[in-house]
């Protein structure tokens, strides 16, 4: 049966995802391309709503809910996979409304006074069957998807205004949006980027390569070394993993230095983040936050008898 | 929409997507066929009991699942309806599952040769697999590994029949077991092994030389290496394990085919990693350092908190100083859990107690003023107040009461129970199986000894718990294991692993040296035989002077000798020649003056030349019986000048030629004695008269 075979074929694409996200990438580098999962993501949640039988948007929304816990309980730490989630719940709350026809549009607007009159929740629980709904929504999710390709491409255009001549920039590690940025910047002004590399996985040797083959002049620095360079620099160009609803950041190890290094400094520090990395959690529990990989890279495992007496952590990403 | 209709699950064994690639298979023996984790085994197979709150088998499935294995088949014997249970219940056994597993029983099983021989009568593999025990905790990547070995076969055609994988890692290290202990001979540049042994606490190895003469010139000898128990396997292996029916494990199948070499062909690669964590849990110490090792993250991604089995309320969140707190735990005023500790769900715990490196099943409840240091406890275990435990294991539904304390490496096997006010002693087993009961069930589904396993149970009467033993409200028997000294066992084994008694006699696996004739020099045989074979043809020459024996037969006997005492040719010669210039000083006393020694030497010589002229034939065997002629009378100082009169009369027998000697001579000073030696008027003018001698008999024409 067809039917049944697309829907067993879904599960077996769900659960390979999850696999995948719990095994997370571990070889290839501790952040795995969060524009990656996003784009997964999406992708996956719009086959579940092609795929799956609902018959209105509260089905489909409980659907879409459920899969999403499952999916960020497989890595808590990859908040993209929760933000995609979220954006698809609201497209498909934004199409059911249009659906139920736009004059109906102001009433979305839930301004304090007409909670104070109506007098409880409205009537909106999604029951009502529209038949052009699964068709929109997937257009709708065909559309965030073409928004997610064009993220790094749409912050890239506005580097010129961030960076002058003859200016040093600061960053820290990698990140393909701030690497974008800079690239695009250095097609009309030339200034001097200093790269901190940060230790274990040094992937700020890989950016620098990849800057410097554009033709920006790098160095890389040690991350020791990033309060005493601080001074000279300009200003700090920074990604990031997740941005928070307070305004924090989730990041690489290593940020929290640079920032407090450029707070002492007084230098301004630009946070260059597509739309799928902003996030409504807040930063209540401080633990649960962090993110551990294995020691090795640390301290290799052959080193031996020293193991037992030594604790050796791998920090990844932090606040 | 319509190409994801025809794509073929992945899990299809009869899989339509040909191309090159056939998919990926891995041999699991859910079974470990001996008995090192008796008694807890009684109850639960091997490779159920939970590291880390995850059955060990787990791991092993998720490890082969992540490098693309997409058939397993699961060979169990020992209780296999549990492991086909929880098998059928976790992840791997649903239909989206990418890796099929097959479980396939048999009571009949004894040893990993009769699995592979039953997947070579069955013809389950079609191409290479991968060969892993169902206690292995591994996150390794092998595909660089098959892709070697893939690459190997295609490249030699089918010569090398097996990969293994080794992690590197100091000797010593806390993971490597020592009773897999391995050193490795191997080329360096094709990763293929010469030589695998154990070593098993020697102090002192021997390698035959004749692995070292394959045309590489890189070698290296390894100790530096952990043995993953994951081997990549060509369908070769199986039917190789049937035509040897006593091959019983991996290890004899490396020496077999390391053995017999020459005949068959066949050879053995190692594939070493230096990235990526490979261990088996072969005994209750390396439960402990793999335990600890996976709290520590050294396993990642299997992780506690990744909760890779997938299963409901499994989950646990990371916090610092790795720790771990499943959903529902409760933890009392003042406790602390320092370090390295996992807790599972529903678990409560008392008051200021002081938890590290341990980890705590689910459903346990914890007194107050407890210590809990290395301790692992599995599910529903209930420890009462002031309480300590020490590196020790409390199996399921245990329970323990008041001011109990657990000195190091104690088992407490399932249900047992120990009453309050009482001390274990270290290394204690407690189990609620009696020691005797094992008897009767003999003739059951028991498990044959793996030889290694040696001990033997001294049986503890009694049929009530002894409350001196396990407490006044205890329940449980206690297991000792002594030492059988009868066996050749230089090891005490214990349910913790090796405790090594260094034995240097021991010399288990001394190989004997080979016959080489290039001129690498040969390892010598054993001391005794040398010296058994010189005085034996001392006897010979004995008797064949009191019994005028005819120097054919005397020939005969040496020849005899040579082969009961396995000496090589040269040495033969060489003892010989020293044996002859010896005599007069066997017969008469070591205090003749040279004259004396002369005068009863010469004739001797004269009555052996045949025999002398029988073993020297060739230029490189005159220079040998030259320098076992230098090298005595180098000893002999004071009878240096003896040693021309020696050498003339040699020469006059046509024993020794003149070429010889004088390349002997011109070439022969290898240190200040042997220089000195040379000095030697007598010798010297003797050589010049040699000299002499061959030109005149060049002249002459030849």
């Given at each position: 049966m067809p039917g049944a075979d697309k829907e067993a074929d879904l599960t077996e694409r769900i659960e390979a995802f999850l696999a995948d996200l719990k095994r997370g990438g571990c070889g290839t580098g501790p952040i795995r391309g969060s524009g990656e999962t996003a784009r997964e993501t999406t992708a996956l949640l719009r086959k579940v709503t092609a795929q799956a039988r609902w018959s209105s948007a509260g089905d489909l929304m409980e659907i879409i809910r459920k899969e999403g816990r499952r999916m960020t309980a497989a890595q808590p730490s990859e908040t993209t996979v929760g933000n995609m989630v979220l954006r698809v719940l609201k497209i498909i709350r934004e199409e059911y409304a249009r659906s139920r026809g736009s004059s109906e549009e102001t009433d979305q607007q839930e301004s304090l006074h007409k909670l104070l009159t109506s007098g409880g929740l409205s009537e909106e629980n999604f029951r009502q069957h529209f038949v052009h709904l699964k068709a929109n929504v997937i257009e709708a999710i065909n559309e965030l998807l073409t928004e997610l390709d064009g993220t790094t491409d749409n912050i890239a255009m506005q580097a010129l205004e961030h960076i002058h001549s003859n200016e040093v920039i600061m960053t820290v590690g990698r990140s393909r949006t701030v690497e974008a940025f800079l690239k695009d910047a250095a097609r009309k002004r030339k200034f001097h980027v200093i790269v901190a590399e940060c230790a274990p996985f040094c992937q700020g040797h890989e950016m620098a390569t990849n800057l410097s083959k554009t033709g920006i002049e790098t160095t890389v620095i040690a991350d020791a070394a990033i309060f005493a360079v601080m001074?000279?620099?300009?200003k700090v160009i920074i990604g990031t993993q997740t941005v928070l609803a307070n305004g924090g950041l989730r990041a690489v190890n290593g940020t929290h230095t640079v920032a407090l290094a450029a707070r002492h400094h007084s230098t301004p520090l630009i946070v260059c983040a597509p739309m799928f990395k902003l996030s409504p959690q807040f930063p209540n529990e401080e633990d649960t936050f962090h993110k551990f990989v294995s020691p090795h890279e640390v301290l290799p495992f052959t080193e031996g008898e020293i193991l037992s007496k030594v604790n050796v952590h791998c920090p990844v990403v932090n606040m | 929409m319509s190409s994801r209709g025809g794509k073929q699950k992945k899990g299809n064994v009869t899989s339509e997507q040909e191309e090159e690639e056939q998919p990926l298979q891995a041999v699991l023996v859910a079974d470990s066929f001996n008995r090192r984790f008796f008694p807890i085994s009684k109850d639960q197979p091997r490779a159920l009991l939970p590291l880390g709150n995850v059955a060990m088998i787990d791991y092993t499935l998720e490890f082969l699942t992540s490098t693309g294995v997409q058939e397993t088949f699961v060979f169990c014997c020992w209780m296999s309806n549990k492991i086909k249970d929880h098998l059928l219940k976790s992840k791997w056994c649903r239909p989206t599952s990418p890796n099929v597993v097959h479980i396939i029983t048999s009571d009949l099983y004894r040893s990993l040769g009769d699995v592979l021989r039953d997947v070579d009568a069955k013809n389950l593999v079609r191409n290479d697999f991968i060969l892993v025990y169902g206690d292995v905790v591994s996150n390794i990547d092998v595909s660089q590994a098959l892709q070697e070995h893939r690459h190997r076969r295609k490249v030699d055609k089918n010569i090398s029949v097996m990969t293994m994988v080794f992690k590197e890692s100091s000797p010593g290290h806390k993971s490597r077991c020592e009773e897999d202990d391995v050193i490795v001979a191997m080329d360096s540049k094709s990763k293929r092994v010469l030589h695998y042994q154990k070593t098993q606490g020697l102090k002192k190895l021997q390698f035959p030389m004749n692995i070292f003469q394959h045309g590489s010139d890189e070698f290296e000898v390894r100790h530096d290496l952990l043995d993953c128990h994951i081997s990549i396997c060509s369908p070769q292996v199986a039917e190789l394990f049937t035509d040897n029916f006593d091959y019983q494990t991996r290890s004899d199948f490396v020496r077999g085919i390391l053995v017999n070499e020459e005949i068959l062909g066949n050879q053995i690669h190692l594939y070493v990693t230096q990235d990526g964590y490979g261990a088996r849990v072969s005994n209750l110490q390396m439960y402990d350092s793999v335990s600890s090792d996976m709290v520590r993250r050294w396993v990642y991604p299997l992780t506690p908190e990744a909760n890779f089995t997938d299963q409901q309320g499994q989950g646990c969140t990371h916090s610092r100083h790795n720790v771990y707190r499943g959903a529902e735990v409760s933890l009392g005023q003042g406790s602390q859990m320092e370090e390295n500790v996992l807790i599972g769900r529903d678990t409560s715990i008392g008051a200021n107690c002081r938890i590290s490196n341990s980890v705590i099943g689910n459903n346990c409840t914890i007194g107050d003023n407890v210590v809990l240091d290395r301790a692992y406890m599995w599910n529903n275990v209930h420890i009462s107040s002031n309480v300590e435990i020490h590196q020790s294991v409390v199996c399921d539904g245990a329970v323990v009461k008041e001011a109990v304390r657990l000195n190091k490496q104690c088992v407490l096997a399932y249900n047992v129970v120990i009453g309050p006010n009482l001390s274990l002693p270290e290394g204690t087993v407690v189990s609620m199986h009696h020691p005797e009961e094992e008897e009767e069930d003999d003739d059951d589904e028991f498990l044959s000894d793996d030889q290694e396993v040696g001990h033997s149970k001294d049986k503890t009467r009694q049929k009530a718990f002894n409350p001196a033993e396990v407490g006044p409200e205890g329940k449980g028997y206690i297991w000792k294991a002594s030492m059988?000294?009868?066996?050749?066992?230089e090891l005490a084994q214990c349910l913790w692993g090796l405790v090594l008694n260094p034995d240097p006699e021991s010399d288990s696996e001394s190989e004997a040296s080979e016959e080489s004739q290039d001129h690498s020099r040969s390892v010598s045989p054993e001391i005794d035989d040398v010296n058994a074979f010189q005085l034996e043809v001392l006897g010979t020459l004995q008797r064949g002077l009191e019994e005028n024996i005819v120097c054919d037969n005397l020939v005969l006997e040496i020849n005899s000798l040579k082969y009961a005492y396995n000496i090589t040719l040269k040495e033969v010669m060489q003892i010989l020649t020293r044996v002859v210039l010896e005599y007069p000083f066997q017969q008469q006393g070591t205090q003749l003056t040279t004259l004396q020694y002369t005068g009863s030497l010469l004739p001797l010589l004269k009555t052996w030349s045949p025999v002398f002229k029988n073993y020297i034939k060739r230029p490189q065997d005159h220079l040998d019986c030259l320098s076992a002629v230098e090298e005595l009378f180098l000893e002999q100082d004071t009878h240096q000048t003896a040693m021309v009169k020696v050498l003339m009369k040699m020469y006059q027998l046509e024993i020794l030629e003149e070429e010889a000697i004088l390349k002997w001579f011109s070439t022969g000073a290898t240190n200040d004695k042997s220089r000195q030696l040379r000095k030697n008027q007598g010798l010297q003018k003797f050589i010049k008269w040699l000299e002499e001698a061959e030109d005149e008999s060049s002249e002459e024409g030849e």
């Open positions: 001074s000279r620099v300009n | 059988d000294d009868t066996e050749d066992e």
